[in-house]
């Protein structure tokens, strides 16, 4: 799913890793959410979001990406 | 799925199954009636089963064995003393897709066994002996990748 995380992750300066231990995931989850390969479930996009403090929408990208 | 998630479970599993088959393997390796079930040897013209055969008939499977204790030990070696308790929500996935696979793989093996036994059964007891030891330690390799990877 197309999403802005790795712009907000660069933005905040964090690395995959640090994001990762943020919200209890691995880097190589971070890493395959950010390049499209994996779409996380509700609760980890929330927890994305979150923070973020933004909502799902402002960081997964809905409507360009295809319904799977 | 959620059992999955705990890497204790995975490790108990493994070491369950690896358990099973390390016994088998290195009981049958110098057993006698085990030994007689084995096709004659040059039954196909057929150097790949020749071969196999001849390999189980010298006593060989109990190497087999021994690695796959072998890697086992390596695979819980890496889960317990690495810092991993539970997977993340992206290693269940690839996990899972893992299991579907061998399972898949599984469901294939099943009638294929059933046509040989039933259709030409030379060579049987080394086809299933190359099945079970082939997808075990496909299964073992493939976890210690993941491990070494995730």
Known sequence: MKNKLKVLREEHGL?????GEKVNVSRQAINAIENGKFDPSIWLAYDLAKFFAMSIEEVFNFEESARK | MKLLKNSVVNAIFIGLISAVYSFLFIFISNHIEFLSLLSQSKTLNSKFWNGWSNFIRA??????GYLIISLTIIIFLLIFLGDR????????????????????????FMPIIMVMFLSDPNYSIETVALLAAGQWLSVLVSYLLYLLRY
Do not use: F, H, R
């Open chain 2, 59 to 64: 006593g060989n499977m109990k190497y087999i």
């Open chain 2, 85 to 108: 308790k539970k997977y993340d929500e992206y290693q269940i996935s690839i996990l899972s897709k893992s299991l579907v696979l061998g399972a898949i793989l599984s469901i294939i």
């Open chain 1, 15 to 19: 690395t995959q890793a640090q994001l």
